[in-house]
Nanobody, 115 residues
Framework: QVQLVESGGGLVQPGGSLSLSCAAS????????MGWYRQAPGKQRELVAV???????DYTDSVKGRFTISRDNGKNTVYLQMNTLKPEDTAIYYC?????????WGQGTQVTVSS
């Protein structure tokens, strides 16, 4: 059984930082493209960052230079370091694993950026 468990969300002031973790079980993350998505109220879920099985990373334009995706293969965990957070980053953040026809989601973690 595949499980992706996110943690690290919370309330932070604008300009602050948060680090999200996604602990995977049932899969080996370096065989998958691992992504972080987010969904704000009333908006569609969007891809924020991805790290491929080969280690290539990519980001949506609005977070480039502020967010960093990484993985620890030994811990089978993917991370999203978020710096210089803005109110518009407020959303539920979801971890995703994708390989061929296989597609898995975590339960999500809330990130709220507010003063």
């Amino acid at each position: 059984q595949v499980q992706l468990v996110e943690s690290g969300g919370g309330l932070v002031q604008p300009g602050g930082s948060l680090s999200l973790s996604c602990a995977a079980s049932g899969i080996v993350i370096n065989s998958y493209a691992m992504g972080w998505y987010r969904q704000a109220p009333g908006k569609q879920r969007e891809l924020v960052a991805v790290i491929t099985s080969g280690g290539r990373t990519d980001y949506t334009d609005s977070v480039k230079g502020r967010f960093t995706i990484s993985r620890d293969n030994g811990k089978n965990t993917v991370y999203l370091q978020m710096n210089t957070l803005k109110p518009e980053d407020t959303a539920i953040y979801y971890c995703n694993a994708k390989r061929l026809e296989y597609y898995y989601w975590g339960q999500g973690t809330q990130v709220t950026v507010s003063s």
